[in-house]
């Protein structure tokens, strides 16, 4: 039996797509786990490009059943729609199974999370804007609609005109909105219904069920460590918890199941949106690896904010995550620096801080102390094994596990699925 977590160690875009792909063909089961459409995926197979957000990217591996489970919110026209492109392209993408208990995206939870962050203005959250974080407070707030509510009619339009007795006095005389009527979400929601009934699930039994039967699942996480809702940068977080632990809760299957927990880390650090991130590059450098890394959101296309690899972001993410192996990406695009800075401590007013603060106040006010290692000019793209990685560039990869304390297992020297450095075995 496997059971495999991929999880993101720093703000999200890390390149989880690249090593969930590479898994994937080894995998029976892809599953993710928390989040919905606010997760961008890009893998790049046969020189193709597919941008996935709600899909787990082991769907274009043909054998791997993809899934998804309770802990996503599910955009049923984004996901109807994600399947027809895929279909278009040739990718058979409608043997996917979707949990009964996941969450349904409304219409009126994708204007409530525009319109807060209007509201917020100058302290909004820089939210991609899907109707994420609403879906998940109605969820806690036992207000949500699931998957299973989209086939009993009644039902469904009792819990959809409970649900618009609140948003419409909110939607209306808060934010001065036109209210929304039961009919309408009714009738986007049975626009794909019929297109999901097959699909539902009861995802809980399938995973264990397969891991009983000694099958393989890889639980891709979306989003990332420092985005969660409990242990990232609050109020900046998404509102799901995409770590580890989030597997479990996300999927219906126990923390006994897993034997490998993967931490994809960006050989650099990037964010999207608003939040603390103490080693932000201003200034042309930041702009620089911004372009080397076409660092531009998937979801939102938003530029994303730049920064040297910070080790005590990873560091801290490689222990709550309980991380049995780390994989690098994107270690291409520091090729042509001189020197390659790491952040291996914060100084706080005055004082140096070798973990992450406790507080969030402390993190507001750290500034970043650098350790500088000699940079690499040669082209890495084509290296397939650790030993064919310039002497620099080993010493950087040798460093980043010292600092993060977890072995570097895996390599990406580029976009395409080949471009990687495998180390150590991920299965
Ligand atoms: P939300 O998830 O749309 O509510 O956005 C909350 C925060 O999480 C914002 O800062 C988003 O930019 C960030 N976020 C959400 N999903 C992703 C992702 O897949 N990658 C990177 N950042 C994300």
New binding site residues.
Partial sequence: MAGIIIVGTQ???EGKGKATDQLGERVDFVVRYS?GN???HTVVVGGETYALHLLPSGILNPNCVPVIGNGVVIDLGVLCAEIDGLAARGVRADQVLISANAHVITPYHRVI?RVTERFLGKRK??????G??PAYADKVNRMGIRIQDLFDESILRQKIAAALEQKNALLVKVYNRPAITVDEVYDELMTYAPRIQPMMADVATVLNDALDAGRTVLFEG???HH?DVDFGTYP????SSPIAAGACTGSGVGPTRIDRIIGIAKAYTTR????PFPGELLDDTGEALRRAGAEY?T?TGRPRRCGWFDALVVRQAARVNALTDVFLTKLDVLTGWDKVPVVVAYDVNGVRLDAMPMTQTELHHATPVYEYMDGWTEDISSARTFADLPANTQAYVKRLEDLVGVRISGIGVGPGREQTVMVHDLL
Avoid: F, K
């Fill in positions: 703000w999200g875009d989040g606010n997760a961008g999370d959250i820089g939210t991609t804007g899907r994420v974080g979306a989003q990332a985005l900046y977080v998404t509102s999207v949106g608003e939040g959101g979801t």
